[in-house]
């Protein structure tokens, strides 16, 4: 892109030989606004009020109990992690859905711990999203292990023979640094340590392949758009499938749940990694959000995700003064969004969302732009740098209050 190109109409022509040009009419969002928080709650898909109505007033209303079986939600977060299979890389009946990502990576922590007994090492990194430190920590307490968070830059160092799990995130939530998971997993597994990839900012943002990684986590409101609140899922690969180990032993995860046998005995293969009753209508919202992703190759949603990333960092480089690009400039480094440094984050942001753009904040003061590929428009990303200089000359943002909600 030379400065010459860098105009409305470019970004304009950009959309029309986008050949994912038409996944943005597959939701429904409001006409006047540029979302570009779709890392963080994925928009509403337009056909999933319809489908959660119906599973809402025919299933559950009419059909009660029977939905069970007769509408398929006993199989439904099966079905989901199939789906959900295919966007990852990961083989067939590997990918279970259900209950949130900071449940997800505790069972597959944990399922590590019993998988490497004798280790006492943890390794994870500083940029790691909080909840999963948290949870790592409390599986550590309870497994006996040492936590090394090391840079993000100095994993593979710290990886030695007591090590028995590297538990990372593979885009970081605030910077957008992408980890290399095919060169990390091998160093793991030089140790003969376990791998477990939180890929709640990757998965539906990109192509991705697991390979010979262990385990994997994910969420399924951010890229997937399942809504507030939609399950995550856990992957296991398929060499630990007969061995693997839930902590949380439930009537979901057993093999004969409706014998009501007074003891657990685990469930066949990815199955056992289930806990217990899900919540339907949310797994239903998810199972419908994933509709959008049928017949798309991943790999043109990541030529989009690199497109719009690089388009959007280099109009703040031509177009801005002040703001610090900390996403990093090479596309193989990076994931789908972009976060940029400036000492009045909180106030520029919600001057911004004034003006009809819609990112989010992340300490110490960065602003967050992500760019989904399925429904953000090359000219969106126009549109968000030209209304952040509108701001910034304007100087709207001083008029901001500095009072804020709990959620950002
Ligand atoms: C969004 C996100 C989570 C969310 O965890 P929940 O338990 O689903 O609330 C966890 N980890 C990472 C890296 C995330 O981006």
Redesign the pocket.
């Known amino acids: 892109m030379t400065a010459a190109m860098v105009d409305r109409t470019h970004f304009e022509r950009l959309d029309r030989d986008d050949p994912l040009a038409h996944l943005r009419r597959r939701f429904s969002l409001p006409p006047d606004i540029v979302y570009l928080d779709g890392n963080s709650l994925g928009p509403l898909p337009s056909h999933v009020p319809e489908v959660v109505a119906d599973a809402v007033e025919l299933q559950w209303g009419t059909d009660l109990i029977k939905s069970w079986n007769r509408h398929g939600w006993w199989s439904l977060a099966a079905e989901v992690g199939q789906r959900i299979a295919r966007l990852i890389g990961a083989s067939p009946d590997t990918v279970i859905g259900g209950d949130?990502?900071?449940?997800a990576i505790y069972k597959a922590a944990w399922a590590a711990a019993r998988m490497r007994p004798g280790r006492r090492r943890l390794v994870t990194d500083t940029g790691n999203?909080p909840?999963?430190l948290y949870a790592l920590e409390g599986v550590a307490r309870q497994a006996g292990w040492e936590i090394v968070a090391t840079e993000p830059g100095d994993i593979a160092d710290f990886i030695d023979e007591d090590t028995a799990l590297v538990a990372l995130?593979h885009v970081d939530?605030r910077t957008g640094r992408k980890h290399d998971m095919a060169a990390l997993t091998e160093a793991a597994h030089r140790a003969e340590a376990l791998v477990l990839w939180?890929l709640?900012?990757s998965v539906g943002a990109m192509n991705l392949d697991l390979g010979e990684a262990d385990l994997a986590v994910g969420?399924g409101y951010?890229y997937l758009n399942g809504g507030p609140g939609a399950p995550?899922f856990v992957y296991v690969h398929p060499r630990h499938l007969e061995t693997v180990e839930n902590p949380i032993q439930g009537w979901w995860g057993h093999a004969r749940p409706f014998e009501m046998e007074t003891a657990w005995s685990p469930g066949k293969g990815i199955n056992r990694m289930q806990v217990g009753t899900q919540p339907i209508l949310s797994m239903i919202s998810l199972s419908a959000a994933l509709d959008v992703f049928d017949g798309v190759e991943m790999t043109e949603i990541r030529a989009k995700s690199e497109l719009l990333t690089e388009s959007f960092i280099h109009l703040v480089d031509e177009r801005l003064e002040g703001f610090e690009v900390v996403t990093p400039r090479d596309p193989r480094r990076r994931g789908s969004h972009v976060s940029l440094q400036h000492p009045e984050a909180r106030r520029i942001m919600a001057a911004l969302i004034a003006e009809g753009v819609v990112g989010d904040v992340r300490p110490p003061s960065l602003l967050r732009f992500g760019l989904a590929p399925t429904f953000v428009r090359h000219v969106d990303v126009w549109e968000a740098v030209e209304r952040l200089r509108k701001v910034m000359e304007e100087e709207s943002w001083r008029r901001v209050p500095a009072a804020e909600g709990p959620v950002t």
């Open positions: 949130t990502t900071t449940v999203f909840t999963d995130t939530y939180d709640c900012h969420c951010k995550a």
